[in-house]
């Protein structure tokens, strides 16, 4: 059937933590430009945007079959998705870990404007962190399930939408490590979850579309990608495709924001913050899944010869 | 200048000796194969069919696996052959990855054939010129070719189907079997203009 083993896991979680991360960090960045009533989600979603990454690259490395040259990637940026990738990644993770530092430590002085400008470069490296890893396999023409624009659209909205699920998981989690600081910000927690579920709803609702165009136009194909559909689909990852990425990775958590938001004030702020970290596991499950699917699907043209 | 090989078909008797000359010559770790031949059994009982296709690189002109080689460890010489220089490869197989035709290997380990006995003293000698970690294929046997010497499954075919020469220069042999019989490169459609082709069964 030709589908591809070249790539396996450590790839899936490269792909995977490099979309979290950058999507945490545009999170966090994002919430600081909107005032005080998001302030809680702002240190979560720059403190996980870098290290994130940065695990995921290690994590490129350790598949690398001669690590000791990974430095030889630098040499030619323009050349290859690869090396293009590695700059950026690179770029990202100075850049986040130099706004981790501002955050932590006074003696690191950031005027206010200086932050501000290195969030917004900083979230422009991140925004082209989670395209470039759709664009590393949409560039492959030799298989035809990853060559099309739908691919880098689908891995940007999830990498958005699982950077939110794990800042709204780590607000979450506050509640048993420091349950008198939350309680303390009870209106800012509530409302920052609340408005994360509002602007995560459109991007589950995108991110099913894009998987349902993927997934039918590709099983109409008269290409290879008809078997990396099917193979999806009904084939031998269904269940994970079904249960992981679409079930667990979006309908629930998609019914679970839809579900808090109808509640609204209604909801205790334990319980909301409950549903949060159900929300967020559901999100990064399904995320981590969708990496797997996507690469174990990959059927190479090689395979129909 | 333009190295390129004509694989005739309808000559072939699917005997494999290409596929053994090129590891005989080249050395290739257990399991790695440059060359080999493609077989698929096509149709159902009780008019089945089956299909070989001798395989190797195919020395595209416009070749995936250098576009996407990160450390221009995959290149193109100016003779047309794609070479791979093992010392610059990081071993991301990218390249495997892209090449539509299946002509990159990964090579994980570098294991004896008879693992009982150790390295064979053949083996010794040639596994001196492979490395583990980085991604291999065939090079259309540039030493042979260096020295004016036909690639090792050409010379080795007793079906006489395998041609070598200049596809740039239209009185080679090769460039006179591809217009007479209408040579056909593999998957065409993807625009890689390979450097060898196929004469029709």
């Known amino acids: 059937m030709g589908l591809q083993n070249v790539w396996g ?5 490269y792909l995977f933590l490099a979309g979290v991360g950058a999507g945490a960090y545009v999170v966090g960045f994002g919430a600081s430009l909107l005032g005080e009533r998001y302030r809680p989600l702002v240190k979560p979603g720059i403190y996980l945007g870098a290290p994130l990454v940065a695990i995921g690259s290690l994590l490129l490395l350790l598949d690398l079959g001669a690590p000791i040259r990974f430095w030889m990637g630098f040499l030619r940026p323009q050349s290859s998705m690869i090396s293009v990738g590695i700059w950026i990644i690179s770029i990202f993770i100075v850049l986040g870990a130099i706004h981790i530092a501002a955050l932590l430590f006074p003696q690191v002085k950031l005027s206010e404007k200086a932050q501000r400008w290195l969030g917004w470069i900083t979230s422009l490296f991140a925004l082209a962190t989670a395209i470039y890893t759709g664009l590393l396999l949409g560039v492959v023409k030799a298989v035809p399930f990853w060559n099309t624009p739908m691919l880098p659209l689908l891995f940007l909205v999830s990498a958005l939408s699982t950077g939110m699920g794990a800042v709204v998981l780590v607000v979450g989690l506050r509640r048993w490590v420091t349950p008198k600081a939350v309680e303390a910000e009870k209106e800012q927690v509530t409302e920052s979850v609340h408005a ?3 602007v995560d709803l459109p991007f589950i609702v995108t ?8 997934v039918f136009l590709m099983a109409a194909s ?8 099917r193979y999806l689909v009904t084939g031998g990852y269904a269940v994970a495709f079904w249960l992981g990425v679409v079930v667990i990775g979006l309908l629930v958590p998609v019914t679970l924001e839809a579900w808090s938001l109808t509640r609204g004030k209604g909801l205790s702020l334990a319980r909301l913050l409950d ?9 990064l499950v399904g995320g981590v899944i969708l990496r797997y699917a996507v690469l174990a699907a990959g059927a190479s043209v090689s395979g129909s010869l | 200048m333009r190295y390129g090989m004509v694989i005739d078909l309808s000559a072939c008797v699917f005997c494999h000796s290409c596929t053994l000359a090129c590891k005989v010559e080249n050395g290739t770790p257990k ?16 008019t089945p069919k089956r ?20 450390t221009g460890a995959s290149y193109k010489r100016p003779d047309g052959i794609v070479a791979v220089d093992y010392d610059k490869c990081m071993g991301c197989k990218y390249c495997e990855i892209a090449c539509p035709y299946g002509a990159r290997t990964f090579i994980h380990e570098i294991k004896p054939y008879f693992s009982e006995f150790g390295l064979t003293p053949y083996e010794e000698v040639m596994y001196k010129k492979h490395q583990t970690g980085v991604v291999e294929k065939c090079n259309f046997c540039l030493e042979r070719v260096a020295k004016g010497e036909e690639p090792a499954c050409v010379t080795t075919c007793p079906a ?14 090769v460039s006179r079997l591809i217009a007479q019989r209408h040579g056909r490169q593999l998957l065409p459609e993807l625009g890689t203009e390979p450097s060898v082709y196929y004469l029709a069964p």
């Open chain 1, 207 to 214: 991110e099913l579309l894009v998987l349902f165009f993927l």
């Open chain 1, 222 to 229: 008269r290409t290879i990608a008809a078997e990396s559909a």
């Open chain 2, 160 to 173: 006489l189907a395998r041609h070598f020469g200049d596809l740039d220069d239209p009185n080679s042999e």
């Open chain 2, 31 to 46: 399991g790695v194969y440059w060359s080999k031949v493609l077989h698929k059994e096509l149709g159902k009982y009780p």
């Open chain 2, 51 to 70: 299909t070989i296709l001798p395989v190797l690189c195919m020395h595209c002109q416009n070749a995936p696996c250098v576009e996407v080689c990160p």
């Open chain 1, 196 to 198: 994360l579920s509002r």
């Open chain 1, 9 to 13: 896991p450590l790839i899936a979680w």
């Open chain 1, 275 to 283: 549903l949060g970290v159900v929300t967020g596991l559901c999100l």
